[in-house]
C-alpha cells in the first residue's frame, strides 16, 4: 500500500498545481505619438477594452507614462483590471495604487489568478489620485490603431479612434484533457511497474488491495481534472488629454 501511494504523490501534485507555460504577449497597442490622457487627478477615470487572443493566466500588463513636470508634481495612480468590457463598476479583479514611472511599468498580475478563454474581453482602468495635478500622462494613440476594443472615459466612450497604449502577457493553461491525457499515461507506466514487480499469480488478496486502491485515487484525479474544465480554465490640453509639441 505504501508502495502505490508513493507512487501517485508525483500524479496528485501534478493534478493540484495548473501547468502554465512561459507568459506570452498577446495584445499590444505601441504606436506612440506623444499624446497623454490625465493620471493624476481623481477627476478622470479612464478604461481601456481589450479583448483576449489566448486562453491561459493573465499574468502581466504594461502601460506608457510620461512624467509631465510642467503639469504639477507627480502624483500616484490607481491601475486596475475588470472583467468584461468597459464601463465597468464591478468590484476589480485585481488593482494597485502606485507612483508611476517615465516609460513603461510593469504590473505583475500571477496572484490575481484572472483566467482568460480567447475572445473574452476585459478592462484596463486607469484613475490619478490627486485633486488636481495632470502627471503622470499614460500614453495613449489616435487613428483607430487598436481594433480589440475601446478607450472610455468617465463612463462615456472616448473619441472612437483612440486608445491607450499597453502590451498584455498571458501564460496558457494546457487543455484539462491533455492533462488527462498524460495523467492516464503516468498511470499507464506505474501500473506496468507494479505488474512486472512480481508474479500475479502468486499474489494474495491481501497485497491486491493496494492496487485497488491506486484505481480509486486515479479515479479522484481524472474527477479534479473534470471539475477544472468545468470552471475554466499638442501644445494645448482638450479636457482630459494632452499631447506633446
Not at 496528485?12 to 506612440?32: E, G, K, Y
Request: glycine share 12%; net charge negative; hydrophobic share 40%.
Amino acid at each position: 500500500m505504501k508502495r502505490g501511494l508513493s507512487a501517485l504523490v508525483p500524479l496528485l501534485c501534478f493534478a493540484a498545481v495548473p501547468i502554465r507555460a512561459a507568459p506570452i504577449l498577446d495584445q499590444q497597442n505601441v504606436f506612440v505619438e506623444d499624446a497623454f490622457l490625465n493620471g493624476g487627478t481623481s477627476a478622470w477615470v479612464w478604461q481601456q477594452g481589450i479583448t483576449a487572443g489566448l486562453t491561459g493566466q493573465l499574468t502581466r500588463i504594461e502601460l506608457l507614462a510620461c512624467i509631465c513636470p510642467q503639469e504639477g508634481d507627480l502624483a500616484s495612480t490607481q491601475v486596475s483590471v475588470n472583467l468584461g468590457g468597459p464601463w465597468q463598476l464591478d468590484a476589480n479583479a485585481w488593482s494597485i495604487v502606485a507612483t508611476l514611472s517615465e516609460g513603461w511599468n510593469s504590473f505583475d498580475l500571477t496572484g490575481a489568478s484572472i483566467f482568460l478563454t480567447a475572445g473574452d474581453v476585459f478592462t484596463v482602468g486607469v484613475q490619478g489620485q490627486s485633486e488636481s495635478n495632470f502627471s503622470p500622462g499614460i500614453a495613449f494613440s489616435y487613428h483607430y490603431r487598436y481594433d480589440g476594443g475601446a478607450l472610455y472615459s468617465n463612463g462615456v466612450p472616448d473619441a472612437p479612434s483612440n486608445d491607450m497604449n499597453f502590451r498584455t502577457y498571458v501564460s496558457p493553461v494546457p487543455e484539462p484533457s491533455s492533462l488527462l491525457l498524460l495523467g492516464a499515461g503516468m498511470f499507464g507506466w506505474l501500473a506496468r511497474r507494479r505488474t512486472s514487480s512480481g508474479s500475479i499469480a502468486f499474489r494474495s488478496a491481501q497485497a491486491d488491495q493496494p492496487d485497488r486502491s491506486l484505481l480509486a485515487l486515479v479515479g479522484d484525479f481524472a474527477g479534479l481534472l473534470s471539475a477544472q474544465e468545468a470552471g475554466a480554465a499638442r501644445p494645448h490640453r482638450i479636457q482630459g488629454h494632452q499631447r506633446r509639441g
